[in-house]
């Protein structure tokens, strides 16, 4: 019966030897200035989710720049710097105007396609002429000869027409020489005329081909009634002109197309007296070796060496002065890099951080990176905080504690609750950009809460219960 009458006084005992009562960190809402709420701050709790994580990003903050010894490319740079700052008088001597002549590597074929010969279509400016029969009486022919004997010349104008008098205007153009003298013989038989005459073009001026390059006389060449084969285009612009055809090439432009035959195939090949050219094609002829460039080169070296003779001491002095420059450069941006460090080491140059608190495995202040921001994540999991404490941290109560950085909003502070006892909401913690002084606190589970004060009562407890026993 005593002991059950000791209990109680044991446990009044203990909870009075406790002094003051444990008491767990916790962020309130709420608390406006002047009430009582343990805080001088105006309180607001915002849940953390991608569209708060958007709107808090949206306050302006500019991340610390690392000194220029620091930034990319700062060596390279600086070497390019140097270089161009020296006198003019230690650039190197000019690069040779011409360059060796090297005689090339085996010229691959693209050998254009072998096309059947296409007749003859009449075009503009082809002057044709009507040859009429010696039979005909001239009588029935009054204004067809009016010129010179039987024999009538015309030019096929732009549209492709020929004027022919009391008959008017005939098309001709794009036609062959049988289809022309059909449009002709309609043409005067619906004039009323009805004569014996025969059609020739006098003049092949309408389609040419352009034959260039090392050939004896570059030159249009016309295309007649006869197909013109590419080797009889070359040859009626005096053949090739090239002193060793093993090192030239035949290159013919059609369009968009650019083919190509190599001298000594051109010149012992059957195929190639089968390539039909067309209108508008270009021939040209080149040699990618030549004996007067080689031998240009050749002498610009001999003049080139005495000059090269009297700058080989400015050059000297140029790479000497360069190298000695640059390495001076090179070493005082490692000397500004290494003092840099050390004042971040001893706390005297400029760096903002954030504070980690609560239930994690160290409370720890995080430097904020330079020149990029840095996300809550970033800080949570930090090496240094090296994450929550599993067993005692309440995920569903983390918060970002953020003082207002405006003057006008003095006392106003806002505390990002981020939710995590759902796994996926840690995403939103990646979204979140972080702060200068920005705190991360991590509240404890409740069963946290009730061992620690378990922890800190039952010592009491025995230790007043021992007391009374003695006693």
Same mark, same amino acid.
């Given at each position: ?13 203990? &909870? ?28 607001? @709790? ?21 000194? &220029? ?63 009429? $029969? ?82 004896? /006389? ?24 090239? /002193? ?61 060496? *005495?000059?090269?003779?009297? *700058? ?5 002095? &140029? ?46 202040? @995080? ?28 995920? /569903? ?36 950009? &972080? ?6 606190? @991590? ?5 946290? /809460? ?20 003695? $006693?």
């Amino acid at each position: 019966m005593a002991m059950r009458g000791l209990v109680p006084v044991m446990l009044a005992l203990g &909870m009075a030897g406790c002094g003051v009562v444990y008491t767990a960190p916790q962020v309130r809402d709420g608390s406006p200035l002047g009430q009582a709420s343990g805080t001088d701050y105006d309180v607001e @709790v915002v849940r953390l989710t991608e569209e708060s994580a958007r709107a808090a990003n949206l306050v302006p903050y500019v991340p610390e720049r690392l000194p &220029m010894a620091f930034q990319p490319g700062v060596a390279e740079r600086t070497r390019n710097a140097v270089r161009t700052s020296l006198p003019e008088n230690l650039v190197p001597p000019p690069e040779p105007q011409f360059l060796p002549e090297r005689r090339p590597a085996f010229i691959a074929d693209r050998f254009p396609p072998i096309e059947a010969p296409q007749p003859y279509r009449i075009g503009p400016a082809d002057v044709v002429l009507l040859s009429v $029969n010696a039979s005909a009486s001239l009588n029935d022919l009054p204004a067809l000869i009016n010129a010179q004997a039987k024999r009538q010349g015309y030019v096929v104008q732009d549209d492709g027409s020929i004027a022919i008098p009391d008959v008017g205007r005939v098309q001709i153009g794009g036609l062959t020489t049988p289809d022309a003298e059909a449009a002709i013989f309609r043409a005067l038989v619906g004039a009323g005329i009805d004569p014996s005459f025969s059609l020739e073009v006098a003049e092949f001026n309408s389609q040419r081909i352009a034959v260039g390059g090392e050939v004896a /006389s570059p030159q249009l060449v016309p295309i007649t009634l006869t197909p013109l084969h590419l080797h009889e285009a070359i040859q009626a612009a005096g053949g090739l002109k090239v /002193s060793d055809p093993s090192v030239a090439k035949v290159q013919l432009f059609r369009g968009n197309e650019v083919y190509q035959i190599a001298g000594e195939r051109f010149l012992s090949d059957p195929a190639v007296r089968q390539v039909v050219l067309r209108d508008g094609d270009s021939v040209q002829v080149i040699s990618e070796f030549s004996e007067t460039a080689a031998q240009l080169f050749f002498d610009q070296q001999l003049a080139l060496r *005495q000059t090269q003779i009297q *700058q080989t001491q400015s050059a000297l002095t &140029m790479t000497n002065v360069i190298s000695q420059v640059q390495s001076n450069e090179l070493e005082r941006l490692a000397a500004e890099r290494a003092i840099f460090e050390k004042r971040l080491e001893l706390g005297a140059a400029e760096q903002p951080y954030a504070y980690v608190t609560g239930e994690v495995r160290r409370a720890q202040r @995080v430097a904020l990176p330079f020149e990029r921001k840095a996300s809550l994540a970033e800080v949570m999991f930090h090496k240094d905080v090296q994450g929550l404490e599993i067993e005692t941290a309440d995920f /569903s109560e983390i918060y970002v504690i953020r003082v207002a950085s405006d003057p006008r909003l003095a006392g106003k502070l806002v505390a990002y609750h981020l939710d995590a006892e759902n796994a996926v909401n840690l995403a939103a913690a990646t979204r979140l950009e &972080m702060h200068p002084n920005d705190v991360v606190f @991590v509240a404890e589970q409740p069963i946290t /809460s009730w061992n620690r004060v378990i922890s800190q009562i039952l010592p009491q407890i025995f230790l007043q219960a021992a007391n009374v026993a003695n $006693n």
